[in-house]
């Protein structure tokens, strides 16, 4: 009768506390994944990410990770929101890459900083074009002031901007990335705020549309930073519009409006695909 006894009790505890953990794991964020239809932080879709594109287990490495931030209308949000269900199969491979607001108000674009050059503790590394790299020190990932990245190395189709300054094979950034939003202690890596994308190299200064005749890809940063071609181009995209060799394909992704540009085509666009790459962070965009 006491072992009987025991044993509830011992199950009783156990339930309990998975009751408890789930509770816990539920009040955490509002925000969530479409794909994974369940509520997941910031935090840990930026754990999971990090173990996609970090499959192996290496601490030794430091990892450099960034996000640019894209934001909608009601409009585009329902657009966004429609397309997740409308091209669920295609989205999967792109979505391992995209954090969306519970609501589609903003979505957060991640990649490597692939090629970065870093400087650590007086020396300067050359991250792999996976954005990581091994010191012969020991890393203290509380201080990220410690760690600065100050641009990347140049490579077949990345070659800088005006924006950037060029010293023989190395893209010199404006201003130096010196300290990361967040750390990630257990994988050894910084995860940088790199601002809003902005879509305004589809409009002229009088905020008009620019006719699709019209030659502008000397303002357009991706065409400079990619030796004259834009990413469709440069990396072999061939999104769901008509290719444009001079202009920046940001718009042929899911749904595609390629008739106005719409920003809901950015997912899944040549221009999404190659930033998830880690092709496009050295450029104002």
């Known amino acids: 009768m006491k072992k009987k006894f025991q044993l509830f009790k011992a199950l009783f505890i156990t339930i309990s506390g998975l009751l408890l953990i789930n509770s816990c794991s539920n009040d955490n964020d509002n925000d969530i994944n479409p794909i994974s239809n369940k509520k997941e932080s910031i935090t840990t879709f930026e754990k999971n990410y990090i173990r996609y594109l970090y499959p192996e287990s290496n601490n030794d490495s430091i990892k450099l990770i960034g996000f640019k931030t894209v934001y909608f209308n009601k409009e585009e949000a329902q657009e966004i929101k429609n397309a997740q269900e409308l091209y669920k199969n295609e989205l999967i491979e792109i979505n ?50 410690w760690i600065q990245v100050i641009g990347r190395k140049a490579s077949e189709f990345v070659s800088g901007t005006d924006f950037n300054s060029i010293e023989g094979n190395q893209i010199l950034l404006a201003e130096k990335l010196e300290k990361a939003m967040k750390d990630h202690n257990t994988e050894n890596t910084y995860v940088f705020n790199l601002g809003e994308r902005s879509f305004n190299h589809h409009h002229n200064e009088d905020g008009e549309a620019i006719n699709e005749n019209t030659t502008y890809s ?14 469709s181009t440069a990396f072999g995209y061939n999104g769901r519009c008509k290719r444009v060799y001079v202009k920046c394909m940001d718009y042929n992704g899911w749904p595609a409006r390629c008739g106005d540009k719409s920003k809901a085509g950015f997912v899944g666009s040549d221009c999404q695909r190659a930033m998830a790459k880690g092709n496009c962070w050295n450029e104002i965009m």
């Open 96 to 145: 391992k890459s995209i954090y969306y607001a519970d609501d589609y108000s903003f979505m957060r674009v991640y990649f490597p900083m692939s090629d970065a050059i870093v400087n650590y503790n007086g020396k300067t590394y050359e991250a792999s074009n996976r954005g990581s790299f091994i010191t012969d020190a020991f890393v203290n990932l509380k201080t990220t002031s």
């Open 218 to 231: 000397s303002k357009i940063s991706c065409y400079n930073n990619h030796r004259k071609r834009n990413c």
